[in-house]
C-alpha cells in the first residue's frame, strides 16, 4: 500500500526550502544558490557554480522538480528517515533524469539496519532526446526490508548533474522474501 504520504514534500509542490546551507557538506564559496528543499537532509561534495532550486520545466508531478547542477559533483544526497515503522518490506522510488551518458552514480537508496540497498541502474534507451523530456526521466527503485521495527533512511544519491521528483514509498506488508535489483 501506498505510504508516501508519510514523506516530507515528496513532490516538492509546496516549493518552500529550510535554508542555504545542507548538513555536513563542502561547498566552497563559489557564485550561485543551494536550497534545502523543506522535510530533506542534504549533503553535498561540490565546488564551482552552483544550482540547487526547484524548477518548473517537465516535472514529473504537479508543477515543480528539484534541479541540482554544480560545476563539479564528487557526491550529494537528498534524504529523509522515517522512525517507528513496523517489520516488513517497503519499496522507495523516484522520478530522476539526467544530461550525462554514464548514470551509474545515480540511484535511489534505503538504509535499515545497517544495510543500504540501493535501485537498479538506468534503462540506457531511455536517454535519447532531450534530457529534460518526460522521455528521460526514469522511475528508479529500491526495495528494503526492516526486521524487526525500526527505522528507515532513504533518498536519492548522485554524482551527476540531475533532476528529480515524485518519491513515493509503497509498503509490501511482512514478507519471507525481500526483492532488491542492486
Known amino acids: 500500500s501506498y505510504i508516501t504520504g508519510w514523506i516530507a514534500n515528496a513532490s516538492f509542490e509546496n516549493n518552500t526550502f529550510t535554508g542555504t546551507q545542507a548538513d555536513g557538506s563542502s561547498i566552497g564559496s563559489n557564485d550561485g544558490t543551494i536550497n534545502k528543499p523543506t522535510g530533506y537532509t542534504c549533503y553535498f561534495n561540490i565546488g564551482g557554480w ?40 517497503y519499496e522507495i522510488s523516484a522520478k530522476v533524469r539526467t544530461d550525462q551518458t554514464s548514470t551509474d552514480g545515480i540511484y535511489t537508496y534505503g538504509i535499515a539496519g545497517g544495510t543500504t540497498y540501493k535501485s537498479a541502474s538506468w534503462d540506457a534507451s531511455k536517454m535519447a532526446g532531450t534530457w529534460n523530456s518526460m522521455e528521460n526521466c526514469q522511475t528508479l527503485t529500491a526495495r528494503v526490508p526492516i526486521t524487526p521495527s525500526g527505522s528507515l533512511q532513504f533518498g536519492l544519491r548522485s554524482d551527476k548533474f540531475m533532476q528529480f521528483d515524485d518519491f513515493h514509498l509503497t509498503y509490501y506488508g511482512n514478507a519471507v522474501e525481500v526483492y532488491n535489483p542492486a
Open 50 to 89: 552552483r544550482d540547487c532550486t526547484a524548477n518548473e520545466t517537465n516535472p514529473a508531478d504537479g508543477n515543480w522538480c528539484m534541479n541540482s547542477w554544480f560545476g563539479t559533483i564528487n557526491e550529494q544526497k537528498f534524504y529523509q528517515t522515517i522512525n517507528s515503522l513496523p517489520e516488513g518490506v
